[in-house]
């Protein structure tokens, strides 16, 4: 049963780049409708147990637990917005490695606020970094679009690490529930926001367009991330957190076998780099200090 629960939460999240790439790609849907419509259902689903359970949870919110939510939403908000986009202009399995970097990010956020990690945790930063330059690089000579969107991936992976070390102090005191519906509505607000200021349309899709949006929420959204909030009660966070690592590898499996995604050699090697260092970091990470459970999880 925890292997299929495993593979469910695998499959959801590595379904997320291709299935945002497709809708994105076969319909009018923006991005930022992608972004907004995500998080507004998964607020309204999650605040539905909460209510009918224990109604009273919102009201007790602190304003130092709204602080953190609004922080980690508006973290959210603008990882999202870099990420859809990142996927519009370069390869599905780079924008996913590039931003799945977050566990790096959160590593290097931690040693700017004076945080001593083991070795490990450097060496796997420094070989995960190499892999973004290549991947960088081999988009460098392709083209300039390809290479915005690898920078836009990159700053998604930042935004999505600030995301759940925002998280990680809101569940030191919340319950799930109360946390998730707050954080996926604020960030739903912000979105709309900036939906209004790009005039990016959140409305008027086709069936097509709706059907997509309402996959990449189910599978991304809800089966995904609801998976790896149920392993994390059965499993350790290292386990978990390596096998959230297969969105890597899984998301560039889906994006050939669906998409005809065929990627220069060069990237394939980069994606080996990065996998491999993320391993080291979060191995190295879950010795040393330990993380909130919400920080363990990914973003997409």
């Given amino acids: ?32 409708a992608i972004a907004f419509w995500r998080n507004a259902i998964a607020s309204a ?21 709204l602080r953190w939510c609004a922080i980690a939403a508006v973290a959210l908000a603008f990882h999202f917005a870099c990420f859809i986009t990142a996927l519009q202009l370069t390869s599905v399995a780079a924008a996913t490695a590039l931003v799945c970097l977050q566990s790096a990010w959160i590593a290097v956020f ?23 330059l290549a991947i960088t690089g081999v988009d460098m000579g392709s083209s300039h679009e390809a290479m915005l969107g690898d920078l836009l991936a990159v700053a998604g992976g930042a935004l999505a690490g600030m995301y759940t070390l925002a998280g990680g102090r809101a569940r030191q005191t919340m319950t799930t529930g109360t946390y998730t519906t707050l954080c996926y509505g604020l960030c739903a607000a912000v979105v709309a926001v900036l939906a209004l200021l790009t005039g990016q349309r959140l409305v008027g899709f086709d069936a097509a ?18 998976a790896f909030n149920y392993l994390l009660a059965t499993m350790s966070p290292l386990v978990v957190s390596m096998i959230i690592l297969l969105e890597i ?32 970091v979060v191995a190295g990470q879950r010795r040393g200090k330990k993380i909130p459970p919400i920080a363990e999880l990914g973003a997409d």
């Fill in 1 to 32: 049963m925890t292997f299929l629960i495993a593979a469910i939460g695998v499959l959801g999240v590595a379904s997320s780049g291709p299935l945002i790439a497709a809708t994105l790609g076969g319909t009018a849907v923006t991005a930022l």
């Fill in 45 to 65: 689903l999650m605040a539905a147990p909460v209510l009918i359970k224990n109604p009273g949870s919102f009201r007790r919110v602190t304003r130092s637990e």
């Fill in 249 to 280: 590898p899984g998301a560039a499996i889906l994006a050939a076998i669906f998409l005809g995604e065929v990627l220069p050699a060069g990237i394939y090697l980069a994606l080996i780099l990065i996998l491999g260092g993320l391993a080291v």
């Fill in 209 to 226: 367009g709706w059907a997509g949006i309402f996959a990449i929420t189910l599978a991304a959204q809800l089966l995904g991330h609801t």
């Fill in 110 to 132: 931690q040693l700017l606020r004076g945080t001593k990690h083991r070795w490990p945790v450097l060496v796997g930063l420094g070989i995960a970094f190499c892999g973004v």
